[in-house]
């Protein structure tokens, strides 16, 4: 049996910055489960970590194209086929030096290292939050409430450089990123991953389920 990590309440205190984003009606729509996992700040650097299983791996041959492209700027999106079935891990930690979060996706594959993907989310930006991919490359996102659970829709693209914040025209942009964490009671929850293009159609698109070993 896989052991299952999480981080200890007294390391935590309420964190009411997605509550800020969505605003107080809109936030009490949400799903019990779903206010307590984004509702908790980790302290000290301490994280929380949450195991479950890659169900959905699907992409065109153009989203092919993109992963590997991707991978110059260290890997953003899931891209190897042979990871439906097998485990995957996110691990959550706070970024005691900012305002943010660090966040790690592993995802197992049928041989071989599993793939890891790093980013950073920030809250600051027109939007509120921020993802960082790597190599100065980040999304702002616009967060929504849905039925039973939290969006994250891509509003642009930009790139940072030092101090200087270039917003990427849309002609550069990658395609329409849409990433969803639907509860689905008995302490198990989806994160799904999609990524559509005008052009070419649904590129890459990712379902993981997972159980909160905290409920």
């Not at 964190?15 to 000290?44: C, I, M, Y």
């Not at 966040?103 to 594959?109: A, P």
């Not at 008995?186 to 052009?199: A, E, G, H, N, P």
């Amino acid at each position: 049996m896989q052991e299952e990590l999480a981080a200890r309440p007294d390391l935590e205190t309420p964190d009411h910055r997605f509550r800020s984003l969505l605003g107080e009606k809109t936030w009490n729509t949400l799903p019990a489960s779903v206010r307590r996992r984004f509702g908790k700040r980790l302290q000290g650097g301490s994280s929380v970590v949450y195991q479950g299983t890659v169900v959905t791996m699907r992409r065109n041959f153009a989203g092919y194209v993109l992963s590997q492209l991707a991978r110059l700027v260290g890997g953003p999106l899931p891209h190897d086929l042979t990871s439906t079935g097998q485990p995957a891990i996110v691990s959550v930690t706070e970024d005691s030096a900012g305002d943010g979060q660090f966040w790690l996706r592993q995802y197992g594959r049928a041989s071989g290292f599993p793939q890891v993907i790093y980013s950073s989310k920030r809250f600051a930006g027109p939007t509120g939050i921020e993802e960082y991919i790597g190599s100065g490359i980040g999304i702002a996102l616009q967060v929504g409430a849905e039925k039973d659970g939290l969006s994250f829709r891509s509003d642009h693209y930009f790139l940072q450089l030092g101090e200087r914040r270039l917003r990427l025209p849309a002609w550069l942009s990658p395609g329409a990123l849409t990433i969803t964490h639907r509860d689905l009671g008995d302490t198990r929850f989806l994160f799904s991953l999609t990524l559509k293009s005008r052009v070419f159609g649904e590129l890459v698109h990712q379902d993981a389920l997972f159980t909160d070993s905290e409920e």
